[in-house]
């Protein structure tokens, strides 16, 4: 019967048609017998590798060991023996897009700027364009169901990481996945912003005292969550950088409270879709770009982006002075408490600005002596001279010796009585910890501004009439900050063994540590030689693995966190990438971060057992080399696994560095999760977060 149908054709198309049915015929009997992916390797793509199982999937072990790190140790630091090259940030660099764009939840990757702000914008425009949560079935409900869908599924994951040589083997326990429900918050808290270790309800209620900003210091809950946090209605992916430091969506971060409590100051205003920041603040009546011009043209030495490279901007509102600094090649570290100026760091971290919630209330900030170039505070209500003088003794501590601090506040330049105290208190305790008061000035609009400087030895401290407040002892140099509390001591410019008075070189030379003795702030010695293997390792790996073989797409990637971030080497090999990265090192870990910092880099202390100190949806990209083994010795990996979901925004990726048995722990979890996971050379775990929440009506814990 088939010659037959073909007799009509002729004889040079009759054998193409045939073999062509004979194809058909075959392919149909194939799948019929063998339906597995891993069987129609003709047909697979990479995005076949993506998974996001909702069943329980076992953890296989290859019978062999699992492949070594690539000369990596296992705080991240390599072994290799050049170094990187510095490059200048630029905030409005274009590089190409690299790796590939990765669709969640069927919503794509746009870089697309929107719509200007000023346009008339109506409300209900972008409605087709905003993901909605996936609420399905969760997965422990589809583990229980046991359907032969799901274990389909489940198969083929498994089938197709076989063919990539990533399964096999020895089956180990498999890892026990959670039933995930939504957190359960206390009175006041918005669910949608928790942040576990700042929304303690329950133990803040409990404190005896709120007069040193107890209440606004961590008070981490136990047990440690294991919930997830949901989406704000209407949530959808940021807009991009740099169209970002000037506008962003309401519904991302939806708090008018600002808007109307600052409306004559030109913080931010609204403006149909979106939050318009016009670059105003309290001090800056004529817009941050000429305030930033002011200080340069009162002192020049402070040369922006060359000398002057690490800022810390203490009481930043929505960092707005941080985030045109960048323009200076200047990196700023902006931080303010959780407090009644609502999500003010949550519309920093939106924008795609550096931003921290901290406050110097009892316990030292998060970061190592010596650190920053310059430290700023317009109007930032702190009490300096309060208890002591103990909040200016932090800010002494965390100063680069021969760095600025830059004040501008009404004490500066009003004469009311209570303003005159101020200023007298002010005059008192800077003399005392023997900072030079270098210019103070008024810009045209009368703002007031008080330029001090830090010492560069220790000889005025001994010239001293009076030992107050007292040189703090070696001892107390040699502590941790992380949950320290305040000083009521003065560390002194030089300890004896030499270290803290060096500067580090222009910047952006300084990247390398080329020609830097200032590693001696750290309490562990490193030599130069493994900084630049650890550079070199980095410099490699990311060009060659990252940038081209991970399923990112790099130019929609603006804020990073390198959860391990040794010497920096991650963050310096990706600064010519039109992004910033938030350098952590966990407090038991070999302390670094000095080193970070004198590489013009920024970053703080922590610890992945407890929450980070940033709202939700705040990150694009995070990412933990070798960290992840150690840590779950002290905590479990779901309740990690919760808090990178946590930070993480939607659409955007989780990147793990790790041994093979690690990595396959967390794939599991992340699944369960609705991650789409890829293994890499059995060495690096890709996770896209997609916009899945669960279905239940009642968060909990």
Known sequence: MAISALSFLSDRKRPIVV???????????????????????????????????????PVYSNASAPEAPTSVASNGVSSSST??????????????????????????????????????????????????????????????SGSAGNNETAAGVSAERDAEGQGGGAVEEPVELPSWELCEVGKGVVAADYIPCLDNVKAIKALKSLRHMEHRERHCPKPRPRCLVPLPERYRRPVPWPRSRDMIWYNNVPHPKLVEYKKDQNWVRKSGNYFVFPGGGTQFKNGVTAYIRFIEQILPNIHWGIHTRTVLDVGCGVASFGGYLLDRN????????????????????????????????????????????????????VHWYADGGKPLLELNRVLRPGGYYIWSATPVYRKEQRDKDDWNAMIALTKSICWRTVVRSRDINKIGVVIYQKPTSNSCYHKRKNNEPPLCSESDRSRSPWYTPLDSCLFPAVSSSGGGNSWPISWPERLSMKHSTSSKNSSIQFSQEKIDSDANHWKDLISEVYLNEFAVNWSSVRNVMDMNAGFGGFAASLIRQPLWVMNVVPFDQPDTLPIIFNRGLIGVYHDWCESFNTYPRTYDLLHMSYLLGSLTERCHITEVAAEIDRILRPGRWFVLQDTIEVIRKMDTLLRSLHYKTRIIKQQFLVATKGFWRPANTGPHS
């Open 19 to 57: 073999a062509v049915i004979l194809f058909i015929v075959l392919s149909s009997l194939f799948l019929l017998f063998n339906p597995t992916p891993s069987a129609l390797p003709f047909f697979s793509s990479p995005s076949s590798h993506l998974s996001s199982s909702e069943t329980s999937i």
């Open 330 to 381: 200047v990196i700023t570290m902006s931080f303010a408490p959780k407090d009644e100026h609502e999500a003010q760091i949550q519309f920093a971290l939106e924008r795609g600005i550096p931003a921290f919630l901290a406050v110097i209330g009892t316990q030292k900030l998060p970061f190592p002596d010596n650190s920053f170039d310059v430290i700023h505070c317009a109007r930032c209500r």
């Open 83 to 144: 170094t990187a090259d510095p490059v200048p940030v630029s905030a409005d660099a274009s590089p190409p897009v690299t790796g590939t764009a990765v669709a969640s939840d069927g919503v794509g990757d746009s870089t697309t700027d929107p719509p200007r702000p000023d346009a008339t914008a109506d409300p209900g425009d972008a409605a087709a364009d905003v993901p909605q949560p996936d609420h399905g079935t969760s997965p422990a409900a589809a583990e229980e």
